[in-house]
Each structure stands twice: as structure tokens, then as C-alpha cells.
């Protein structure tokens, strides 16, 4: 995915704010314990369905082979926490979705991915 990309950007710092807020956190302009590093990928995976034997020899694998096959296609949505003091990782999930060849079906999957992604993340205790 294209950096900082006008329609996929906002959509990822919206599902990502909504989920860190549903943990108690908020996003502040400056100071902050956290600093939030996402991204978002797009990939056709080739899924291999059969082969085809064009002529039948004494020897089948020497046969002229031709495959069947498609793409599906998958999106990957990752977020780093990253602690401001240390500048090293404080927390980092990954989810992975199946998107349909439409155009946009990817965009409709990032909410549903930030959730999956934050199930994982720890419940802060008051006071810590």
C-alpha cells in the first residue's frame, strides 16, 4: 500500500484510535508514553487448484503439464507501540483478513482487523 495513502490512511488511524481509546488510551499532540506505528498490506496469494495432462505417454511426468489456478487476495494490518523513552517496541499485534477482488472490499476489512488485532492487547490497570 502506497504511504500515507488519502482514503486507506485515515481509515487505519480511525479503527486504531477506536481501539486504543476502548483501552483507556488517547491520543495526545505531544508528550505521549506511546507513539503508534501501523501499516497496511495488500497481496495475491497464488492457490494452485490442479493440473492439466495434455497428452497421455508410458511415462506420465514427462507429459506436457499445464496448471489451473487463482489468486486470493489478503490484507495485513500491523501496529508497533512503541515506547517513547526506551524507543524500543512496548507492544505489537498483527491480523490477518481474506479480501474480496472487489475494488474498496479492503477498506471495509481494517475496522474489523483493528479489533481482531487488539483482542490480544493487555487491559491496563487503573493507576499503572
Known sequence: MVENDPEVAPLIKDAINGELSRKGLKEVPEGGDLQ????????????????????????????????????NREGTLVVNLIDTKTQKSAWCGMAKESIDNKPGAGKKKIGPAAAKLFKKYPKISAGK
Open 36 to 71: 503508534v506505528s501501523a501499516l497496511a498490506l495488500a497481496q495475491s496469494i497464488p492457490q494452485l487448484e490442479g493440473f492439466i495432462f495434455t497428452g497421455a505417454t508410458p511415462d506420465f511426468f514427462t507429459a506436457p503439464v499445464a496448471t489451473v489456478g487463482r489468486y
